[in-house]
């Protein structure tokens, strides 16, 4: 034990010298990518796609390698900003209602703006179009966003984007009101959060969230982007990899920025993926099995990011650790307070004491649990308990892929078998007995704050009676019929491709 708490002093001094007086509240830039794998970095060994400026953005980070998000979109992002599990938040989907942020939790940024911080998002929402969940009522001074959980979506009720947008020159929200652009999205959003970080900086420590829409299909691609791959794989992955490669382009200009402006040793830059892999898993998927989708580690192994010249030094990380973990990782380098209640709200851990010293000590038990959701509109979630879930430890991760109301367990070795080939549920009962009345204790209590189930949305998606309300033009009959509010199925003539 001794070396435990001289260890534990360390570090409690090491955090220390790290806030040393108010000035010293670093700015934070967060960027989530949508839909991008883990093996969608070059340093991450991808034979074709080159990523030279999150290479370089990695090299000099510490970088969480067993690192664990939710295997959708709007679930991580309800994780990210409450640092609990999704269905805790009443997101159990990313439409029909079950996307929206129940409005009994706190934010990330609720918390930084306490701290003295102003907010902004830049991108992807997803956790709710109508007004009362938007962003700029849940804690972001700054908010230049798209609908749904994607642009140009349209899905039954509130969840989708203003009428007739693509990729390319969309109407974007900001503070409220549609700004028609000239551009793609990604740069949009990049040239935006940069503009904004302009005009606050030395003011007041920023928090800025970019979180791009690429590259989530469709894949609508730069011509310019999609050439960079052209002939070196299949048609649909050169546009993949084309939009990443506009990514990474907009990483580079933002590092840049931020070195020019002399942010560089005051600006902790975070970067994220927010599921498992999709367009790109077919050229490379870092030897994992299962992508975005999925409970296997291939659905929920995401990148994390963490860099701060001059405060954290370059390294690796292999603690089991999640984006569960965010919120109280920056709250606490932000200098946050938390009420009790926020502190009863937080189920993830700190993750300072590891960002300063990697290979501090860890919890050999800690348990995270991963289930896709999704199950079928106004059913029994009771039915779909064990239909693609997951329980993680460390060493173990406990799959049910196709249980429903009755698990059908695998086990996984994953210290020794990161590809999960070889189920070893036969060989050590006593573990999946053990994990599996976890995941039940887990269940019993997420249940009730399930919220979303039964809601029944507004009768046409709000970014677009507000884009028409601001431009003129109207629902038409078809409208109507495609955002009609208590569809279990989608419509045919909408787009029939379920949103993640
Ligand atoms: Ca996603």
Same mark, same amino acid.
């Given at each position: 034990m001794p070396h435990r708490s001289i260890a534990a002093a360390l570090v409690a001094l090491a955090a220390s010298a790290l806030f040393a007086g108010e000035s010293a509240k670093p700015n934070i830039v967060f960027v989530l990518t949508d839909d991008q794998g883990f093996g969608d970095i070059s340093a991450h060994g991808n034979p074709i796609l080159r990523t030279p400026n999150l290479d370089r953005l990695r090299a000099e980070s510490v970088r969480f390698t067993d690192f664990q998000v939710s295997p959708t979109c709007a679930p991580t992002r309800s994780v990210l900003h409450t640092g609990r599990h999704e269905f805790k938040n009443g997101v159990s989907h990313t439409i029909f209602e079950r996307e929206r942020l129940t409005l009994q939790a706190t934010t990330l940024p609720q918390v930084l703006k306490a701290a003295g911080y102003t907010t902004g998002i830049f991108g992807k929402w997803h956790l709710g179009d109508e007004d009362d969940y938007q962003p700029g009522r849940r804690g972001y001074d700054e908010v230049y966003i798209h609908g749904g959980g994607g642009i140009g979506q349209t899905y039954p009720g509130s969840c989708g984007d203003a009428p007739g947008n693509t990729y390319f020159d969309p109407a974007i929200r900001h503070n409220g009101k549609f700004e028609k652009t000239h551009g793609y999205c990604t740069d949009l959003f990049f040239a935006q959060a940069l503009k904004w970080i302009e005009s606050v900086q030395g003011r007041q420590p920023f928090y800025a969230y970019i979180a791009t829409n690429a590259p989530h299909s469709p894949l609508q691609v730069r011509p310019e982007d999609e050439a960079r791959y052209a002939g070196k794989v299949d048609a649909n992955t050169a546009k993949y990899f084309g939009m990443v490669a506009n990514i990474d382009d907009n990483v580079g200009r933002l590092l840049e920025r931020l070195r020019t402006l002399g942010l560089e040793r005051n600006t902790l830059v975070v970067f994220m993926n927010d599921n498992g892999g999709t367009g790109g898993v077919r050229t490379f998927n870092a030897g994992m099995r299962g992508q975005k989708g999925t409970p296997y580690l291939g659905g929920t192994h995401a990148a994390s990011f963490w860099r701060w010249p001059g405060k954290? #030094?370059? %390294? *690796?990380?292999?603690?089991?650790? #999640? +984006?569960? *973990?965010? !919120?109280?990782?920056? #709250? $606490?380098?932000?200098?946050?307070?938390? /009420? &009790?209640?926020?502190?009863?709200?937080?189920?993830?851990?700190?993750?300072?004491?590891?960002?300063? $010293?990697? =290979?501090?000590?860890? @919890?050999? @038990?800690?348990?995270?649990?991963?289930?896709?959701?999704?199950?079928?509109? !106004? /059913?029994?979630?009771?039915? &779909?308990?064990? &239909?693609?879930? #997951?329980?993680?430890?460390?060493?173990?991760?406990?799959? /049910? $892929?196709? =249980?429903?109301?009755?698990?059908?367990? $695998?086990?996984? @070795?994953?210290?020794? @078998?990161?590809?999960?080939?070889?189920?070893?549920? %036969?060989? +050590? %009962?006593?573990?999946? %007995?053990q994990l599996a009345a976890r995941y039940d204790t887990w269940w019993r209590e997420t249940r009730p704050l399930l919220v979303n189930e039964k809601a029944i949305g507004p009768k046409l998606n709000p970014f677009k009676a507000a884009y028409w309300q601001q431009f003129g033009g109207g629902p038409t009959a078809e409208d109507y019929r495609i955002m009609e509010p208590h569809q279990t199925q989608l419509p045919g003539g909408a787009k029939k491709k379920k949103k993640r």
């Open positions: 954290l #030094a370059p %390294a *690796d990380c292999d603690a089991l650790t #999640a +984006h569960l *973990d965010f !919120f109280p990782t920056i #709250a $606490e380098i932000a200098g946050a307070k938390l /009420s &009790a209640d926020v502190q009863k709200q937080i189920e993830g851990r700190s993750l300072l004491p590891l960002l300063i $010293e990697p =290979g501090a000590a860890r @919890d050999p @038990d800690r348990t995270l649990f991963t289930h896709v959701g999704r199950w079928p509109r !106004f /059913s029994d979630p009771d039915q &779909a308990k064990f &239909a693609k879930c #997951a329980v993680r430890t460390p060493r173990w991760h406990l799959v /049910s $892929e196709r =249980g429903g109301a009755t698990p059908a367990w $695998e086990l996984y @070795d994953v210290a020794t @078998d990161h590809g999960e080939q070889t189920n070893v549920a %036969a060989q +050590h %009962a006593d573990i999946v %007995a």
